[in-house]
């Protein structure tokens, strides 16, 4: 086990971390989200939030608060309007490649975590080719690429050459893998990437010092800034998260919506994105269970967000159910993965080479995701976007 | 008479006013769409025609009809240059509708970028509709980069607003002798007529037809007020009288000659 007192300080870079000593948004976030008290608002704040057209970081928080339970269906009403309004009857689809699931953390939650013993695999040029063929077949033209937060077995140069390879066959390349420097992200934004997704996990750095016990994840305000160093790497977009259930998921949820509202201030440009992952089980830990957040709550953080930010884009994970996913969508979400394996290698052959990050509620295909899509008469999209 | 009231843009001549968009709604339905609206010009985000898919939006728009390709993407003037030669080289045509938008929450155009991608695509032979927040002297200098109509705002895209730049897009319409192109904003039929009635050249509408009920009867409402409100504007509005009336007693009857 682990001695609490060979700890390292989460909140201190390591070497060669790059430190954006300009940037105080980290402070900002971590200075309101203290200030939250969910039990202050009431069913007035509420309703003012509800009534606003435009809408700070007061009515964010009482939509997040208890008080706004009971006005989950005037949210969903409100939240159906603005998705429409900014984003129409569309729907965008990709899926998730997973190539590579060493790690080099010890994050309590996680299925790839390096404690874990879990079958560990990394895909060489080809296989990750075999694996892009098999997606393409699909129809996507959206890819998402992942790896377990190895900088050892995933270096940069490898997840460029992954990313390189994506071009060919996708439009759109986004990834979610471990943050990195300005220059790292400027040349992954070379190799073709244009989206960068960093989970914060919670926003409760105490918290985040007791779950992510070793490995470079530990240092909390690095991954802090990471989106705010993939702008700055010439990125187009970039995408938020909690881990909803880790920690008080109110605080959290209002602690990245924060975030995110403050980078795109301060670069208007960036496209902001949001994702809703809710505690999954994952391999050897039957004791994780998402109990804490259930659908009411995970609707109305979606619900909230969309209100706050009503041209963000929201995607729904494989996390939740077919059922929820098909009913959020157009509601407040407007992104959805479909055809998922978050395990290694298991888009080109039956067999996985390793195993899952967590398991799935949702594994219909491609296809079958479209159809649902256009079942509640939206309009599936599998590009909308120019690389340029 | 109505039949020679043309709408001309870069020597092309158009019957109809109303130009639609074909975002964010059923490929299925463009073509109905485009037959209820009665519309010869289209516009398509050239980074939703950019795919390999089955379905791609260049496959559902009838030939004959117009394409005005958008840069939307661009955050910059360069990048909607790279973008407009991706729309000939794939075949869209000549017709370029200039987006640039480094506002991802309001998505407003940058004005002075937007000056720059006109003046270069207008020498390269482009047909240049520049997309622009309603500024005076940012039109005058879009006209003279060689742009082929001005586009002015009349809301945020999306917002369904209506005419909330009405005194500015009056001043383009009296100002400007290019033709002026409603863009963005307009929400309902009605704001399509009131912005015909002010002497606009056509109306550009989206996400009010995509996001309606009906979608073709929608598109059918649009086309009737926009027509509606030519033809006031083309028969002259009558005398409407200030509050009070007219004064009985002239004031200039003390003029001896």
Redesign the interface.
Known sequence: MTNTTTKTDHMVYLKDMEVLSDSNIMEQVLEAVQCYDDTLYTAEDVKNALAKENRGFKEFQALLSPAAEPFLEEMAQKAQSET???????ISIFTPLYISNYCENHCVYCGFNCRNAIRRAKLDINAIEQEMQSISKT?L?EILILTGESRIHSDVKYIGEACKMAKKYF?MVGIEVYPMNTEEYAYLHQCGVDYVTVFQETYNSDKYETLHISGHKRIFPYRFYAQERALRGGM?GVAFAALLGLHDFRKDAFATGAHAYLL?RKY?????SFSCPRLRPIINNGTIHPKDVGEKQLLQVMTAYRLF?P?ANITISTRESAVFRDHVIGLAATKISAGVSTGIGSHSSEKSQGDDQFEIADNRSVEEVAEAI?ARGL????????Y? | MEKQDKLIIGGHSFDSRFILGSGKYDLELIRAAIEQAQAQIITLALRRANTNSKENIMDYIPKGVTLLPNTSGARNAEEAIRIAHLAREMGCGDFIKIEVIRDSKYLLPDNAQTILATERLAKEGFIVLPYMYPDLNVARDLANAGAAAIMPLGAPIGSNKGLCTKEFIQILVDEIDLPIIVDAGIGRPSQACEAMEMGVDAVMANTAIATAGSITAMAAAFKSAIEAGRSAYLSGFGRVLEKGGSASSPLTGFLRE
């Open positions: 429409l309004k900014h984003f129409g009857n569309s129809g033209e439009k187009r795109q208007p440009h960036a496209e902001i930010m041209f256009k309009q599936p999209v599998m590009n909308d976007y120019v340029i």
